[in-house]
């Protein structure tokens, strides 16, 4: 049998629909993206928006193939438990249940009936999988964590992903191993990456152990939390070659009090304080961030203590959404929701901030040699190199290997180089 799955949301979605895939060509079936047998949508749910496009996607997939089977999983059929009658499919599976995808296929072609699957995310351990290879063959994605405890006041990912838990150490570097036999750099990946934990190791632990494989040239970390950069995580930074100059830690906001309303596990301070330890390791890493706008309550004044500290942090790149409305969460229950016009003025303000701030840090490189690790070649070459820079290199080079280049300038916001 043939199947298409489509993916939406986060790198944990994307490493759980590759599990996916290679457990349904394992047993036989063979991917098809035009006339599949089965259509399998690993749904979103973080905002409202996602929820849409998962529900969209879902309709266009009955459209476009009436005949097929349709598998719905992922984050939306957490929040619809009772409300199942909004997601028309003949398989529904929590996010527990998705490593046992063949299983009930099966059991629907024997028995051609609906089947419902969720398990208590309160309670449940971290899911059997793993991933032997990616279609891109520079960079792996592998997801060593998931659930979150945090419970911010904007965020439904709690509800839909459970309690904190993390893969197997050992199961985790022997996938790791597998992958970077094929893959130079990996990215350690969950929802809450920086609360790894298991038999005793954290996620420093993991990084020193998958450090001593050979092959593995880059290890990098999706996201990580302020509060779990702790004094053996910046060892580990300041003395291992192999993780990457770039980190993505997460501020939300600019204003303790707006933090405190998102119940936010900080404060500015201690948040400067870190991003200080951090640069006095590494003067030049790349630190990136997410900024939620027009948070409830957040007056002018707020969003001017905001920009304020983004000018201190100096981020090279802000992901900014403006505040969107989460039925289930505490802040949709908030009073002084704000305008819709407003948060759109906000944004772009922060955009620009955001442009300006990547920009000034690719100036500083301009003349330097970097390592790039080339994932595109048509006439041109284009790859990352360790702190995340999108490099073009006007030849024709060889993907999945790393050259020594010199950056030579910015043409139209791309940085050029050329080979040493």
Do not use: W
Request: net charge neutral; proline share 2%.
């Amino acid at each position: 049998m043939k199947f298409l799955i489509k993916t939406l949301g986060c790198k944990v979605n994307n490493y759980e629909s590759e599990m996916i895939k290679e457990k349904l060509i394992s047993h036989g079936f063979s991917e098809d993206e035009n006339n599949p047998d089965i259509c399998i949508v690993n749904t979103c749910t973080v905002t409202n928006q996602a929820d849409s496009k998962s529900r969209q996607m879902l309709r266009r997939c009955k459209k476009e193939f009436p005949n097929s089977i349709i598998i719905v999983c992922g984050c939306i059929t957490e929040t619809k438990k009772e409300n199942l009658e909004m997601i028309e499919a003949d398989i529904i599976l929590g996010n527990y249940y998705k490593p046992m995808i063949v299983h009930y296929i099966n059991e629907y072609l024997k028995n051609k009936e609906q089947i419902i699957r969720f398990e208590d995310l309160t309670k449940a351990e971290f899911e059997r999988m793993n991933v032997s290879e990616y279609d891109s063959k520079t960079r792996a994605f592998i997801k060593i964590q998931d659930g979150c405890n945090n419970f911010c006041s904007y965020c439904i990912i709690p509800y839909v992903r459970g309690r904190v838990r993390s893969k197997d150490f050992n199961e985790a570097v022997e996938e790791i191993k597998m992958l970077a036999k094929t893959h130079q750099e990996i990215v350690l990946t969950g929802i809450h990456t920086g609360s790894y934990f298991n038999n005793k190791k954290d996620l420093t632990d993991l990084i020193q152990e998958i450090s001593k494989i050979n092959e593995l040239k880059r290890i990098r970390i999706s996201s990580i939390e302020i509060t779990e950069i702790n004094y053996k995580f910046l060892d580990e930074l300041k003395n291992n070659e192999k993780i990457c100059n770039h980190l993505h830690i997460p501020l939300q906001s600019g204003s303790d009090e707006i933090l405190k309303s998102m119940n936010r596990k900080y404060n500015l301070k201690y948040f400067l304080d870190k991003v200080n330890q951090i640069r006095s390791i590494r003067p030049d890493i790349n630190l990136t961030t997410d900024l939620i706008i027009g948070f409830p309550g957040e007056t002018a004044e707020h969003f001017q203590e905001t920009i304020e500290t983004l000018e201190k942090l100096k981020f090279t790149k802000i992901h900014v959404f403006p505040y969107s409305v989460r039925e289930g969460t505490v802040a949709a229950k908030l009073p002084n929701q704000i305008n819709g016009k407003i948060k759109k003025e906000r944004v772009k303000q922060i955009i620009e901030i955001s442009n300006n701030q990547e920009l000034e840090y690719a100036k500083k490189f301009i003349d330097q040699e970097l390592d790039v690790l080339i994932e595109q070649v048509n006439e041109k070459s284009i790859g990352h190199t360790d702190n995340y820079l999108e490099i073009t290199i006007n030849e024709k080079l060889i993907p999945n290997k790393t050259y020594k280049v010199k950056i030579t300038e910015l043409k139209d916001n791309k940085i050029v180089a050329k080979l040493i």
